[in-house]
């Protein structure tokens, strides 16, 4: 055990070295980068950055494409000082391209060509095609975002009238670029010159830049994306009290099981222990006592149970910890860096899921620990990694911007290969030798108990498919304002009420499992591991089956990449909740069950 200690603490302490060093490089590499985009300052006439984003339809969000994909031309300009991005942005499908116009700080710029497109056959179906699926695009000044429509048709933008053989398409962008002192802190972009596509005619794109100062602060420039009337709706506020009554309510029963049922259950154990052995024999003795021989015995699939159970902890560490460093940093602001974050942070707490995991796996008196490890730290990233494959392979049949460049995998990869794999390596190995022992309050019986028999609603399926529904209940409205926020186009920034909707959550999870043990139990039925951890998990069950109203009810998607994005993803973020909820409450029903038998009075 000294030597193993001794390994980890090694390895720990050179990935912390080799992590150190890493940082030192990126922070001095960013530091002398010559690129005013990067520190938001200019001087008068340095050169502003347009970058165009990407293109797509307005009611599917995720379907986008290059934004010159679409015939558009570039201004005169070639060549730019810089050019950064993320790995965030690379999974997000950022595909930043530089416009050729030239812009520069404080220097207005009158009505002028910039490129001239000639409407060929093919040119004028492309733009037709897009003006009549509601394209639009996305631009960016100073990480600044700005959206335009590409065209319209009939006598404006209006759905009723798609029939019409007419499509109009805007030739001029006039950008206002609002300055405080020597930093942007606004922009806006209003389209002009309406024409009309017709073949074998040239269409002349056009841009004016003028700027003007602003008192709005570099702090408070983000404000204007942001919708308050939205997240702080009384809804919002009333389904967090909702939610906190509900905890309160749960809070009192556990307790009341605990302080009231309880106490009657050890009354009456002890009164049968009192009883000489042949009253005992003629009495009629249930309850979860019954199952003290067994109720420690360890559950089937030993090696999958600990590795979900050391994930689960791992996903409740990373969400709190994103969710406080977004609180402290409004990382909202920047493209990608939720997102980067979560995935820096999910390779910093591998050690976590090694802990949680290899020391369950050791009390469960589990054998094959490097594999247990290897699978706990490979459960998460290969499940995302299957859903992330199939999307990325209907994207490249779209030539999406959501298609992952391959360096971008191979970064990924790189990260769990030799970060989040050593580190849950010294994880499981600190797990096993500091809290690997086995230490229960009853000894497990040789021959398992017969199970009896038991009505349908008392069976651990039925208990576990239940269990989700209260959890569900407490926290579908924020679900409503997280969809809206990565299926529509809001930002979602309230992530106090995320906070709160998380320890909510926690708490929730851990009162229902409990009770729904505490009846398991009570039904002598001992197979408590899987069914608390099932009754916790069952939450993803409604999240998922939520998503598919939201879906049909609430938005206008369309299409097989759209409709594969949506549910995939969905999917994802559904399984992800159920596995941190299933661990809540395993948790939770583990400290009850070792509570309760401690204090009961066997022979």
Request: some cysteine.
């Amino acid at each position: 055990k000294i030597e193993l200690l001794y390994l980890a603490m090694t390895m720990a302490r050179n990935l912390c070295v080799v992590v150190a060093v890493a940082f030192v490089f990126v922070a001095s590499s960013v530091k002398f980068v010559d690129a005013d985009e990067h520190d938001h300052k200019y001087e008068q006439g340095e050169e502003v950055v347009l970058w165009m984003n990407t293109v797509g339809p307005y009611h599917n969000r995720q379907e986008t494409y290059s934004y010159f994909t679409l015939p558009f031309c570039k201004g005169p300009k070639k060549s730019i000082s810089h050019h950064h991005e993320t790995l965030g942005e690379n999974l997000q499908g950022v595909s930043l391209e530089f416009s050729g116009l030239d812009l520069k700080f404080g220097v207005d710029v009158p009505q002028t060509e910039y490129c001239s497109v000639e409407l060929n056959h093919k040119n004028f179906k492309a733009f037709t095609y897009a003006i009549k699926k509601h394209y639009w695009y996305q631009m960016y000044i100073d990480d600044l975002p700005m959206w335009a429509l590409v065209g319209d048709f009939g006598a404006g933008h209006n759905d009723k009238e798609k029939r019409s053989d007419k499509m109009y398409i805007w030739t001029h962008k006039r950008i206002d670029i609002g300055y405080n002192h020597n930093r942007i802190v606004d922009v806006n972009v209003t389209v002009g010159h309406r024409v009309e596509l017709k073949a074998d005619i040239t269409l002349h794109f056009t841009y004016e830049v003028t700027f003007k100062k602003s008192p709005t602060t570099f702090e408070n420039r983000f404000d204007k994306y942001l919708d308050p009337h939205f997240f702080q709706h009384r809804i919002h506020w009333f389904s967090i009290f909702n939610s906190f009554m509900m905890v309160i309510f749960l809070v009192g029963l556990v307790a009341m099981i605990l302080i009231r049922t309880l106490k009657k259950d050890y009354v009456r154990y002890s009164k049968e222990n009192d009883l000489d052995d042949i009253e005992r024999d003629l009495g009629d003795e249930y309850g979860w006592k019954q199952v003290h021989g067994d109720v420690f015995r360890p559950p089937s699939n030993v090696m999958l149970f600990a590795s979900l159970i050391g994930s689960g902890y791992q996903l409740a560490l990373v969400s709190l910890c994103v969710i406080l460093f977004v609180i402290m940093g409004d990382l909202y602001t920047e493209r990608g860096s939720v997102l980067t974050t979560s995935i820096f942070v999910y390779a910093a707490t591998s050690p976590a899921n090694g802990y949680f995991g290899g020391s369950l796996y050791s009390r469960l008196e589990g054998t094959q620990w490097i594999k247990q490890t290897f699978v706990g730290s490979v459960l998460i990233p290969a499940t995302v990694s299957g859903m992330v494959l199939l999307v990325n392979l209907v994207a490249m049949y779209y030539n999406a911007s959501r298609a992952i460049p391959f360096t971008t995998m191979l970064v990924v990869a790189a990260i769990w290969m030799f970060v989040v794999l050593p580190l849950t390596l010294v994880g499981a190995v600190l797990g096993r030798n500091l809290s690997g022992k086995q230490d229960v309050p009853c000894r497990v019986k040789p021959i398992p108990r017969p199970l009896p028999e038991k009505k349908w609603f008392m069976q651990p399926w039925a208990i576990s498919l239940l269990g989700g529904l209260l959890p569900f209940g407490s926290i579908f409205i924020e679900i409503y304002f997280v969809f809206t926020s990565f299926w529509a186009y809001k930002i979602y920034y309230v992530y106090g009420f995320m906070l709160l909707v998380f320890v909510i959550l926690s708490i929730v999870s851990v009162c229902v499992t409990m009770v729904c043990t505490y009846f398991l139990l009570n039904a002598e039925d001992y197979r408590w591991h899987w069914t608390s951890f099932l009754a916790g998990a069952s939450v993803s069950l409604y999240v998922y089956a939520y998503s598919f109203y939201y879906y049909f009810f609430k938005t206008k998607m369309t299409g097989m990449f759209q409709t594969t994005f949506y549910f995939s993803y969905s999917a994802l973020f559904a399984l992800a909740l159920g596995i941190m909820c299933g661990t809540f409450g395993y948790a939770g029903s583990s400290t009850f069950v070792y509570r309760i038998y401690k204090n009961l009075k066997l022979d």
